[in-house]
């Protein structure tokens, strides 16, 4: 078996009083892609930072293509596209692309690089007439001088159109299929879905869960359409349904179910109820509402109870 790309194992950091990691562990396959989620401030730019190198782990092991993060042996074959970057307006993209080989101490085919992200036609122009689109795609192109075995990208289609995020999907299943490992933070969720191997989610430092995508996604919706119902009827539906998570909109009460099983209990509820029931479906959970579920799952864990109000308590 080839060795892991990347190996966390109870990493922690801190600033001030903040804990932004509590103990993440993590191990990455060699040639995969691994999207990296969590909502804003969850912890994810603070182990990116510590895997690339930039700055030091207070607590754990972190092991990268064998090797530390940061020693020059791992750094010359991994590449980094951070979120926020700025590249010099008055260097061509071709100019750019051989001014970072220069630095990693590599030759660059811009070229092949440019043509890759789909902007091979504009190397001989200034990086400042660049629409926004163009120069994120030339940070990937960036990214991968010096033909990395590790990429890191940080909300790599943030400024694309749709076809500029399919053109970045199919670079990434082109980096899979050579055996690159792609590390992908992104908020796009329907991209993730579509392109990574296996997902971790994390929040307030907290990794909340991690898998492949089946994994996450394996407890499906069971979706409900009834007939005409007023205010009072679709909320007492809701309510004897007793199931977390339960909305209904447009007609349809959808449900999520840990599996198939509980679809008869669910629609002889509904029935019972005085609900019409026209048509029943099961549809595997979206990676934006596993993602949703359990980062409102863990917050309300987290959350302190509320205090008692004044004069209460016990006599």
């Known amino acids: 078996m080839s060795r892991p790309a990347i190996v966390c194992r109870e990493v922690r950091k801190r600033y001030g009083s903040v804990e932004a990691l509590r103990g993440v562990s993590l191990e990455i396959a060699e040639g995969s892609v691994f999207g990296f989620l969590g909502p804003n401030g969850a912890g994810k730019s603070t182990l990116v930072k510590i895997l690339t190198g930039l700055i030091p782990r207070a607590e754990g092991e972190v092991r990268v293509l064998g090797g530390r993060p940061g020693e020059r042996a791992v750094q010359r074959r991994v590449g980094y596209l951070p979120e926020l970057f700025r590249f010099p307006p008055w260097l061509t993209g071709a100019e750019l692309l051989r001014f970072h080989g220069r630095l990693a101490g590599v030759p660059v ?7 890759l992200v789909g902007i091979g036609a504009a190397g001989d122009r200034r990086v400042g007439t660049y629409s926004k689109g163009m120069q994120q795609r030339l940070g990937l192109a960036q990214a991968l001088v010096g033909d990395p075995d590790l990429v890191f990208l940080d909300e790599p289609t943030s400024a694309l159109d749709p076809l500029g995020r399919l053109d970045v999907r199919d670079v990434l299943v082109h980096l899979r299929g050579r055996g690159v490992t792609v590390f992908l933070n992104s908020h796009l969720l329907t991209e993730v879905e579509k392109v990574c191997d296996r997902v971790a989610v994390i929040d307030s430092g907290t990794l909340v869960a991690e898998g492949t995508m ?13 007939g005409a119902l007023d205010a009072a009827a679709v909320e007492h539906l809701l309510v004897v349904l007793a199931a977390p998570g339960a909305r209904f909109a ?5 449900v999520p179910v840990a599996s198939a099983e509980e679809v008869p209990r669910l629609v002889r509820t509904a029935v019972e109820s005085g609900a019409p029931v026209y048509e029943v479906s099961l549809e595997r959970r979206s990676l934006e509402e596993a993602f949703v579920h359990l980062v409102r799952e863990r917050q309300d864990k987290e959350e302190p109870a509320a205090p008692p109000p004044h004069g209460g308590g016990a006599a």
């Open 214 to 226: 089946d994994q996450l996604l394996q407890k499906p919706n069971v979706r409900i359409r009834v």
């Open 250 to 254: 447009d007609g349809v009460v959808t």
């Open 109 to 115: 085919n811009t070229r092949a690089l440019l043509d």
